[in-house]
């Protein structure tokens, strides 16, 4: 993921990879799974999305509290935080934050709490390409369309 801390203060890159500006529409990916966080990051890079990484809860907090994130794609089980209720803390900074969960596993009544919690899609590990762009595209038109 080279090139996504250059020119950025040491205290915003400890542990994140962001992009050199922060312009509106950024994605903010966090995933303690390193190998997902770096492939989602490109495939978002790849395809014209600003995406910002956070392998944990403090490092995506710090970062949605300092660039305008309009969506968060999110691990639901990490070591120091369960996805909903980053979610909800996200929420708190950033209200009208758009969310996608990816898991590698999940059951029925987290997925109906995701949605209930207006998360706008819940993705799989592995992931499908197409479907997660798709997903991403919706997510972000909706913001746009809300504002």
């Not at 995406?51 to 968060?72: F, Y």
């Not at 209200?95 to 969960?101: D, E, G, S």
Request: aromatic residues 6%.
């Amino acid at each position: 993921m080279g090139g996504y801390t250059e020119d950025i203060p040491g205290e915003l890159c400890e542990g994140v990879g962001i992009p050199a500006d922060s312009t509106p529409g950024r994605i903010l990916i966090v995933d303690d799974d390193e190998d997902c966080l770096s492939t989602v990051a490109m495939i978002l890079g790849k395809h014209g999305f600003r995406p910002a990484t956070a392998p944990n809860r403090e490092a995506a907090l710090s970062l949605l509290s300092r660039l305008p994130v309009e969506l968060v794609i999110l691990d639901l089980y990490m070591p120091d935080v369960f996805g909903m209720t980053l979610l909800r803390e996200a929420k708190r900074i950033r209200p009208r934050l758009k969310a996608i969960i990816l898991t590698a596993g999940g059951d029925w009544d987290t997925y109906m709490d995701a949605l209930d919690d207006g998360v706008q899609a819940y993705l799989t590990k592995p992931l499908a390409q197409g479907e997660f762009l798709k997903e991403v595209r919706q997510a972000l038109n909706k913001r746009s369309s809300v504002e």
